[in-house]
């Protein structure tokens, strides 16, 4: 079968799986059998990706491109709307990576969310999910794209929110989808610069092959059609200053996090910066932003991370951070390092959440780090998955994150001239990250041990709280549908937890092998074919001079390991006097990093208030007075015309009879007197 | 004999017809009434069409009794349906109408 065959099985795969349990979920025998085919779709929907790249790679390297389509939309000139895709070894490395830990995840879920109030709507949301991600991924049309870049949008929404009934979930909920939204615009609005003001094509080939011919080198359309696309990349991709969504969007389960908020969705920007790469390296000026802005996020996050104190939160600052090294990268033309990084990060952030997952399963349901420490011996299997994907984030050496965190910051090194500013704050931002990594690892799992998990060791069991209740606000709940159901999980107990979190274990340990500077360069030999038009990638791949590559290696492991050590040193050794004293120190500083740079006090007095202040004047006056007054002065006059009327409908027959017959008499009396 | 003596015996009918409708209480006689009100103009179109020598007169007052006799219809079904709900047979004395 052709590689576009095998692309529409594993696009429709997830569909119908969402389908079929939103019509027959109730029906089904079984407690977990919905959430089983659920999950047996995106297995097979990762079999069809498998299929697809074994039968892409039967063709020769020069002959890697595949489009097919599905429907026309609409054509007519200058508009071609197809439902087109676009199978080229970029789409099935985002196929590939998307099903995978997607089927990894949904395996994982089938246990998480087992005893929920809502088991079967969970699974089909998140199989749309998946079909929308690969909709986006293999889209060979801007309409399919955006579509997808929507329909994904709805899906983090409503899996944000889907314990419906906890205020502070669906408020978070809201907050992405508003986010998001500015991205959806600025993606249509891009679109918009580039194809309806240039290229006169929605087919991305087209548009590709004609770019260089319709706008000049950084021509202003095609400038400010690429920042719209980043601001669409942004908002998706959680980068300053459409950020603010992605810490929030923890309040939604813990697999959602995983797989949403860390491996797929937020990484599409990315994605779609490698895609659209010919707009982009015809508008060096937008790719520039791009790499600025990802070197800003990389940073900023990195610090606030270091002093939040909800363990889902440390996780999704970090999944910020490292996206901001993806966006950093595929900006500055390094492609392949930036995709190589999104592939070993969706495996060791995805690892890390489900891990986080399993000690709040054994907090029962709490999720501060405060609260939490010494796991280490009631929870030993989570601590090695969490150590595991702690050291490859921290880019430990021989790790996954190691070498793919590496090659990102040598090509930028290579690239010389201000790139090398990206270049010393990446490795600024690589400390950072095993500094606070480690601070998550070390106070969660080292110390004393805490109630939980004495009882959990001494006695097996699992700690259950009085109430259920709220982490964020600690207000009480209870376990109907709307709320998370009563069950805890850990993974040491769970199979299917356990199966995926060991098959992401093993994945970010030997994934960074297939790319290891001087021994193979398998991602890069790979996806090739798809950066083959693009001269600035061939020559920053080959740029960086030997001793740099050499340098930045040891660098790393040094970056690492300090940082790593320096977290034993203040949160083993000295946990309880350095950071308290560090926190009275530089209070201001504390207090910057944890309040997160003030940016949704910032967002709160700039946006959100002046919106509620209008919003208030519309409701109360401007609806009360002007519109009412229209609408009700209608009703007046109409009443007041219809009272008059009515008089002469007095219900008297031979009343209306006689006034007929007078102006019969009148009419025939006026043509008479015409007449003469 | 000219038309002007048809128009005139229409005239005369049309109003007996007329009268009848304003004065009497009865919706039987009205029924009526208006019969003769609509025979009244057969009268005149069939006086019109001899003047002009054409039949169009004649179709077009074979097409009122047409009418006349659906209008009977409802007309006595109304009575009847009165009749059997013990209502007034008095047209002033059904005004429900009244806006």
């Known amino acids: ?257 995983a797989l949403i908020h860390a491996a797929t969705m937020v990484t599409a920007g990315v994605y779609l910066i490698a895609r659209m790469h010919p707009l982009f390296e015809n508008a060096t000026a937008a790719a520039d932003v791009g790499a600025v802005v990802g070197c800003l996020t990389l940073i900023v996050a990195a610090t606030i991370a270091l002093s939040q104190t909800d363990i889902k939160r440390v996780i999704a600052y970090s999944t910020m951070s490292q996206i901001g090294y993806m966006i950093m990268a595929v900006s500055a033309y390094a492609y392949a390092a930036g995709l190589f990084h999104l592939f070993t990060h969706a495996f060791f952030k995805a690892l890390l959440f489900m891990a986080a997952g399993s000690i709040i399963g054994a907090m029962g349901g709490e ?103 709220n982490p964020d606000t600690h207000e009480e709940e209870d376990t109907n549908v709307g709320f998370p159901g009563p069950g805890h999980y850990i993974a040491e107990r769970e199979r299917p937890m356990k199966i995926a979190m060991y098959t992401l274990l093993v994945g970010c340990i030997v994934n960074g092998l297939i790319q290891i500077p001087f021994v193979d360069d398998l991602v890069n030999d790979y996806l090739r074919p798809s950066f083959a038009n693009s001269p600035l990638y061939e020559r920053v791949i080959e740029e960086p001079s030997d001793t740099l590559t050499v340098v930045g290696l040891i660098l790393s492991a040094v970056i690492s390991i300090g940082g790593i050590a320096l977290a034993y040193f203040i949160w083993v ?47 109360n006056v401007f609806e009360r007075v002007v519109i009412d007054g229209l609408v009700n002065g209608t009703i007046s006059v109409v009443r007041a015309g219809s009272t008059v009327v009515r008089a002469a409908q007095d219900g008297f027959l031979r009343v209306y009879a006689a006034l007929l017959l007078l102006g019969l008499a009148l009419v025939a009396l006026w043509f008479l007197l015409q007449s003469t | 004999m000219t038309v002007a003596w048809y128009l005139v015996v229409s005239a005369l009918i049309f109003c007996v017809g007329a009268g009848g409708v304003l004065v009497r209480r009865s919706p039987l006689v009205i029924l009526l009434c208006l019969e003769l009100m609509l025979n009244a103009g057969n009268l005149a179109l069939i006086g019109f069409s001899r003047m002009t020598g054409t039949a169009d007169g004649q179709v077009f007052a074979i097409i009122v009794m047409v009418v006349a006799a659906c209008e009977v219809v409802v007309g006595l079904g109304i009575i009847v349906a009165l009749y059997r709900r013990r209502l007034p047979i008095d047209v002033d004395r059904l005004r429900e109408l009244s806006g």
């Not at chain 1, 907050?175 to 194809?195: E, P, Q, R, S």
């Not at chain 1, 150590?387 to 040598?410: E, M, N, R, W």
């Open chain 1, 1 to 257: 079968m052709s590689p576009t065959t095998w692309a529409w099985i594993c696009l429709a795969l997830p569909l119908a799986g969402a389908i079929f349990n939103s019509f027959f979920a109730r029906s089904l025998p079984g407690e977990r059998t919905a959430g089983w085919i659920g999950t047996g779709a995106i297995w097979l929907s990762f079999v069809a990706a498998c299929g697809a790249f074994a039968s892409l790679m039967a063709h020769n390297a020069d002959d890697r491109t595949f489009t097919s389509t599905a429907w026309d939309y609409a054509n007519s000139v200058g508009v071609d709307a197809k439902m087109t895709i676009l199978i080229d070894p970029l789409a099935i490395f985002m196929m590939l990576v998307v099903s995978g830990v997607s089927a990894l995840i949904h395996t994982y879920s089938v246990t998480y969310v087992w005893k929920d109030n809502g088991f079967a709507r969970f699974f089909v949301y998140l199989n749309f999910f998946v079909f929308s991600m690969l909709l986006l991924v293999m889209s060979g049309n801007f309409v399919p794209l955006i579509i997808g870049w929507a329909f994904v949008g709805a899906a983090s929404y409503m899996l944000i929110s889907f314990w419906y009934r906890r205020t502070t979930a669906t408020r978070a909920g809201i907050k992405a989808f508003v986010m998001n939204v500015i991205g959806d615009v600025g993606l249509v609005l891009g679109t918009y610069f580039i194809v309806f003001r240039g290229t006169q094509s929605l087919d991305f080939l087209v548009t590709f092959h004609r770019v260089d011919t319709v706008f000049a080198p950084n021509a202003g359309d095609l400038v400010a059609g690429c920042i719209l696309l980043l601001v669409g990349a942004f908002a998706k991709s959680a980068q300053i200053p459409l950020h603010t969504w992605l810490p929030d969007a923890m309040e939604g389960p813990t697999p959602v996090s």
């Open chain 1, 367 to 469: 999720q501060s780090l405060d609260r939490m420490s010494g796991f280490r011996r009631a929870l030993p299997f989570t601590f090695i998955c969490f150590l595991g994907g702690g050291l490859a984030l921290s880019a430990f050496p021989i790790t996954a994150g190691y070498f793919s965190k590496d090659d990102v910051l040598d090509l930028l090194g290579g690239e010389g001239g201000w790139h090398w500013v990206l270049y010393v704050l990446g490795y600024v931002g690589a400390f950072l990250t095993a500094l606070y990594t480690f601070r998550m690892i070390f106070r969660a799992f080292f110390g004393p041990e805490c109630a939980e998990a004495r009882e959990l060791r001494e006695t097996g069991h699992l700690h259950h709280p009085e109430h259920p209740f």
């Open chain 1, 573 to 619: 050794r000295r946990r309880d006097t350095i950071p308290q004293r560090f926190r009275m120190r530089f209070r201001p500083l504390y207090e910057f990093s944890f309040h997160k740079w003030y940016f949704d006090e910032l967002y709160d007095v700039v946006f959100v208030r002046p919106g509620t202040t209008i919003g208030r004047f519309a409701a």
